[in-house]
């Protein structure tokens, strides 16, 4: 009787393994992707669900001309591909970068009100 359970739970625990890589290993449904170019690599956010998103985007690249350092806050619509960015390499110059990608369900709008309030100084 004992030798029966184990031959069962052999191909149990195999397929509990399988099923849960498959769905560890499944695509992100925002992602980043590259469409890389001559002279240049052009950034985009796709997302591939049903519903919009607010995403975070800090590159940091290294050996590129444009200045990509400041981080980018778009809202990407349901099944849609968003250009984010270009990146143009410099001549004779190993490029390559590396970015962080946050996704939110939706953009939070931030009221701030600015006052202008000057003090003069006094001059003697």
Do not use: C, W
């Not at 031959?7 to 992707?33: A, D, G, H, N």
């Not at 849609?80 to 990608?101: C, F, G, R, W």
Request: hydrophobic share 35%; proline share 5%; no cysteine.
């Amino acid at each position: 009787m004992l030798i029966s359970s184990q031959k069962t739970l052999i191909p149990l625990s195999i397929l509990f393994y399988l099923i849960s890589y498959t769905s560890y290993t499944q695509e992100k449904p925002v992602r980043l992707i590259e469409e890389k170019q001559k002279k240049r690599t052009i950034l985009y956010v796709q997302n591939d669900t049903n519903t919009d998103k607010s995403v975070f985007l800090k590159i940091n690249p290294i050996g590129y001309r444009k200045s990509a350092q400041r981080p980018i806050i778009k809202n990407i619509p349901a099944k849609s591909k968003i250009q984010m960015l270009i990146l143009i390499p410099l001549a004779d110059v190993e490029s390559h970068y590396t970015y962080n990608l946050v996704v939110n369900e939706e953009l939070e709008t931030i009221d701030v009100k600015h006052s202008k309030s000057l003090k003069k100084k006094d001059s003697i």
